[in-house]
């Protein structure tokens, strides 16, 4: 089993940052492919950024490019999603997601959540 412990969000104003950080335990985290995903309520959640397990590769959703940069620490277990010049439209809940195996944008293949982390943005 693998726990995922998400930290970091909170309020910030239109064009601020904030950095998510995930925690992980369980498994041995460098097997494990990352990612963060984000929900409103009565709406789907969905992909925003995933890394590979090797680090190799990153993946964003076209409304985050260029503003949002998915890192992560196998030594310390840990995934960062990195937030730039936010807006009132990037209000959810972030979660964080590991799968086994590479790189989806597809929830439905993440194997393992964390509980969530609520991220505001204030006009």
């Known amino acids: 089993q693998v726990r995922l412990v998400e930290s970091g969000g909170g309020l910030v104003q239109d064009g601020g940052s904030l950095r998510l950080s995930c925690v992980t335990s369980?498994?041995?985290?460098?097997?494990?492919?990352m990612g963060w995903f984000r929900q409103n309520p009565g709406k789907e959640r969905e992909f925003v950024a995933a890394?590979?397990?090797?680090?190799?590769?990153?993946y964003y959703a076209d409304s985050v490019k260029g503003r949002f940069t998915i890192s992560r620490n196998n030594a310390k277990n840990t995934v960062y999603l990195e937030m730039n010049n936010l807006r009132p439209e990037d209000t959810a809940v972030y979660y964080c997601?590991?799968?086994?195996?590479?790189?989806?944008?597809?929830?439905?293949?993440?194997?393992?959540w964390g509980q969530g982390t609520q991220v505001t943005v204030s006009t």
């Open positions: 369980g498994r041995t985290f460098s097997t494990l492919s």
């Open positions: 997601a590991a799968k086994i195996g590479g790189f989806s944008d597809s929830r439905s293949t993440y194997d393992y």
């Open positions: 890394i590979t397990w090797s680090r190799e590769s990153t």
